[in-house]
């Protein structure tokens, strides 16, 4: 016979998860979206895609606001916050570039590399966390480019879009290299994976 189901867990979650929730559902929504523009092979869904990225980020400033706003910062809070933003600011600016035509063999290379950077500089983050706010509650600089950051590039993208400058007309065009095809702006996002892992670059949070 099966029990009913509980959902204590949720019963545990702060005012700020949920905010921290609804960052992760707009980042999966983005996903999708960028999916179906794939199988329409209309814009609508990329377009889609940008704005639901752009609640995510809305959503993310506000989970932390709220966290400190109700004194309500957990470890639980700051896990939950990086696995959102692994899908929102990591996964789904991959599938946009992908949406927009970057699909040769080193552009997948290039896109996977760059998830990975944003996976690990989250997780030095949750650990260092509490060396970089000197025994403060508030961390008082990055260590490289937060993640969130990859929004510019998604940015860029939807100028793309605007133009019509996707698929066979993306800017800069496609060059053939050995057994794969590269198209020279996915080299934007290995450089946002390059400053996001950067030890060296520090940026104040405010």
């Known amino acids: 016979m099966n029990r009913p189901m509980h959902f204590s867990m949720l019963r545990n979650f702060h005012l700020a998860d949920w905010f921290t ?8 929504g983005a996903v999708l979206a960028v999916m179906d523009a794939l199988q329409s092979r209309r814009a609508t869904g990329l377009w889609w895609a940008v704005g639901l990225m752009v609640a995510a980020f809305v959503f993310d400033v506000l989970d932390g606001r709220v966290a400190r706003w109700r004194h309500q910062q957990s470890s639980l809070g700051r896990e ?5 933003d692994v899908i929102s600011f990591g996964v789904a600016p991959a599938a946009m570039a992908y949406g927009v035509g970057m699909q040769g063999g080193w552009d997948a290379a290039v896109l996977t590399v760059f998830v990975a950077c944003g996976v690990s500089r989250l997780a030095r983050y949750n650990v260092t966390a509490e060396a970089l706010s000197e025994g403060t509650a508030k961390v008082k600089y990055f260590e490289g480019t937060p993640i969130p950051s990859s929004l510019l590039l998604v940015f860029v993208l939807a100028i793309a879009i605007w133009q019509g400058r996707i698929g066979e ?29 950067s030890k060296t670059l520090r940026i104040p949070k405010f």
Do not use: E, F, K
Request: charged fraction near 5%; proline fraction near 5%; hydrophobic fraction near 60%.
């Open 169 to 197: 007309s993306l800017w800069l065009g496609s060059l053939r290299l050995g057994p794969a095809t590269l198209h020279p702006l996915v080299l934007m996002y290995a450089l946002s994976g390059a400053l996001m892992v």
């Open 80 to 84: 939950l916050d990086s696995l959102a």
């Open 21 to 28: 929730l609804a960052n992760a559902v707009c980042g999966m």
